[in-house]
């Protein structure tokens, strides 16, 4: 498994076919270094094997991939990576405010910005934040609260893919 990630598809995109990761692994200049990728137990669950670990690494810290417009999570099966979204967080607060108090539940990687990808809007930034942590050990996903208090207001955090509010 050192050379392996598994993709975590949106739910509401299922059914996957291997033609739907085309053209996110082009994008992101990786689909050469993919020498065994296939469907793992559920559709929305993939097993990509890369050439080298150093190749699974590069992919891991692209931080995931839009695949038939949703997206799509890739983990790491040797280390307790995950990757969430924040919900209704306030524009004045910062990435580096969310680092801080996220860090009580392990090494935060990376707080980013989560785009629009409706047409017309895609340069305007949401009031979701997309958050990789590295979990502390005995901390599982589980373990992280579902409200916080980010700048006064409450903020949502949603630990599973494919989560709509419509």
């Not at 305007?124 to 996903?141: C, N, Q, W």
Request: glycine share 8%; with cysteine; aromatic share 10%.
């Amino acid at each position: 498994m050192e050379e392996c990630v598994f993709l975590h598809g949106d739910l509401e995109k299922i059914t996957y076919r291997l033609e739907g990761f085309r053209a996110p692994f082009k994008e992101v200049r990786f689909i050469k270094e993919i020498t065994v990728i296939g469907a793992f137990q559920m559709n929305h669950m993939w097993l990509v094997k890369m050439r080298s670990k150093a190749e699974k690494d590069a992919l891991l810290k692209t931080g995931g991939l839009q695949v038939k417009g949703g997206f799509c999570t890739i983990i790491d099966p040797i280390q307790h990576d995950v990757t969430v979204k924040i919900h209704w967080v306030d524009f004045d607060v910062s990435n580096e405010s969310m680092r801080q108090a996220l860090s009580e539940f392990g090494e935060v990687l990376e707080v980013s910005n989560d785009n629009w990808t409706v047409a017309g809007f895609e340069h305007a930034t949401s009031k979701t934040r997309v958050v990789r942590l590295k979990l502390k050990e005995g901390v599982v996903l589980e373990d992280l609260p579902h409200l916080f208090k980010f700048g006064g207001a409450p903020s949502f955090l949603w630990p599973r893919v494919g989560h709509r509010f419509a």
